[in-house]
């Protein structure tokens, strides 16, 4: 396999924008209630937890996961 400048680049972008300590999956759910109670509370959540919030803004399903937590708990409160 050949490799290219561009596609040397490339890589080194993407290794670049990976954060240190990225947390998988499992670890954002485990951090999700906490998360969604600041974010309720209007605190700052993305800075109390920062990996949550990068994770959630790159994962699809975890963020579904957030927003319906989010409303759940959101129309609890109501009652």
Known sequence: MKTNAK???QFIK???SMKEAAIGCDDAFDLLDQY???VL???P???LF???AE????CKACHEEFEALKHAVASLSDD
């Open 7 to 9: 596609s040397i680049q």
């Open 14 to 16: 993407a290794v670049d």
């Open 36 to 38: 969604v109670e600041l």
């Open 41 to 43: 509370a209007g605190e």
């Open 45 to 47: 959540a993305h800075e």
């Open 50 to 52: 920062p990996q949550v």
């Open 55 to 58: 994770h959630l803004a790159h």
